[in-house]
């Protein structure tokens, strides 16, 4: 009877080991998020027109980069984000009254929001932000959802002026 039911309770246990990893990405596939370059049509939302991972700093607007998340079938749900960037940065008030940054100014992340259905983020970049590798964390409902690595150049290095 025992070595029996040590045979039933080592099945439970790898049932319980192959399902487990199926419950955290059904969780996960309630969302679609998209990051990378961005645009929108005049009147409305920006959108992810391109997953690149390598950015032009322009410094004048037209570097409009960020994430757009949607949950299938609608619903709120809790959402912030945080931002690693290559070296230490100042960032705009605006920016620090919505968020925290780390003591070493190189990593700022954003207090949660309530958010429903869907909601986007776009950046900019200023002239003096820093070139380098850059990570952006997308947490939903206090759960790591995506991460990003993502290199921002400047856009006339190595192309001779072209």
């Known amino acids: 009877m025992v070595f029996k039911l040590s045979r039933v309770l080592m099945l439970f246990s790898v049932v319980g080991i192959l399902w487990a990893p199926q419950v ?81 100014k190189k990593k700022f992340t954003l207090d949660s929001e309530m958010v429903w259905d869907q909601t986007f983020q776009v950046f900019f970049f200023s002239e003096d932000d820093p070139l380098g590798m850059y990570k952006m964390e997308v947490f939903v409902d206090d759960a790591l959802l995506k991460t990003y690595d993502y290199e921002v150049i400047d856009p006339n290095a190595g192309f001779g002026g072209f």
């Open 24 to 104: 955290v990405e059904a969780k996960k596939s309630k969302f679609t998020v998209r990051f990378g370059l961005m645009t929108g049509a005049q009147g409305s939302a920006p959108y992810v027109f391109d997953e690149a991972r390598i950015i032009e700093r322009y410094g004048d607007g037209s570097d409009a980069h960020g994430f757009t998340i949607s949950k299938r079938g609608g619903g709120r749900f809790m959402l912030h984000y945080a931002v690693t960037f290559p070296e230490p940065i100042d960032l705009p008030d605006a920016f620090l009254q919505k968020g925290r940054m780390s003591p070493d």
